[in-house]
């Protein structure tokens, strides 16, 4: 059975660096196809993906918030760390952490199937 | 603005069929699967439909999936009051420049039972 739960701070002030763990149990990391996002869903608002890391160790992240995101790995905690620097008010959301899976087809393309086991959400406020 | 587009809101009688639109582009919808969640007010985001129409265990048959060209569908049929939530969709998008994430969802869409 798969299980992520997200933990962090519930409340950030403006500019202050954010810090996200997702400790996942019930899959490997280092499987080929399987990936961890994290999510986010501003109050009333559509979700979005912020960052995206791959088996392989691959990263991915949303253009507009590149520059202030990192994500990273560790297969022997069974973590997934997401950093969200410069923190602000338009930032407060409900943080998710999803398991992502995919296979490999010819030519070594990645069909990814979808987000199968999402964590219960970290909400985080951003207000001095 | 989402990469994928879904009328805001759709609603329907109980017992009734509903059917919830997803269009994309060739880039994400034309050559990726679909996948559909349901987010029950309150609730996480929940996988209903993914590889474009297939469905996890425990989710009932009322709820199906297609996909023709760079459109997607949701159908839901004999609709309940507890089918009340936001539906998404999501793919995988090939276009975006190195480095961005690939993965994209649609804007949401607000299911009410009348």
């Known amino acids: 059975q798969i299980t992520l739960k997200e933990s962090g701070p519930t409340l950030v002030k403006p500019t202050q660096t954010l810090t996200l763990t997702c400790t996942f149990s019930?899959?490997?990391?280092?499987?080929?196809?399987?990936?961890v996002g994290w999510i986010r869903q501003p109050p009333g608002k559509a979700l979005e993906c912020l960052a995206f890391i791959h088996w392989n160790d691959d990263k991915f992240y949303s253009p507009s918030l590149k520059s202030r995101l990192t994500i990273t790995k560790d297969t022997s905690k069974n973590q997934v760390v997401l950093t969200m620097t410069n923190m602000d008010p338009v930032d407060t959301a409900t943080y998710y952490c999803?398991?992502?899976?995919?296979?490999?087809?010819?030519?070594?393309?990645?069909?990814?199937?979808?987000?199968?086991?999402w964590g219960q959400g970290t909400t985080v406020t951003v207000s001095s | 603005q989402s990469v994928l587009t879904q009328p805001p809101s759709v609603s329907a009688s109980p017992g009734q069929k509903v059917t919830i639109s997803c269009s994309g582009s060739s880039s994400n919808i034309g050559k990726n699967y679909v996948s559909w969640y349901q987010q029950l007010p309150g609730t996480a985001p929940k996988l209903l439909i993914y590889?474009?129409?297939r469905r996890p265990s425990g989710i009932p048959d009322r709820f199906s999936g297609s996909k023709s060209g760079t459109s997607a569908t949701l159908g839901i049929t004999g609709l309940q009051t507890g089918d009340e939530a936001d539906y998404y969709c999501g793919t995988w998008d090939n276009s975006l420049s190195a480095g961005a994430v690939p993965v994209v969802f649609g804007g949401g869409t607000k299911l009410t039972v009348l």
């Open positions: 019930g899959f490997s990391l280092d499987r080929s196809g399987v990936g």
């Open positions: 999803a398991h992502a899976w995919g296979n490999y087809g010819s030519e070594f393309y990645y069909y990814y199937s979808g987000m199968d086991v």
């Open positions: 590889e474009n129409n």
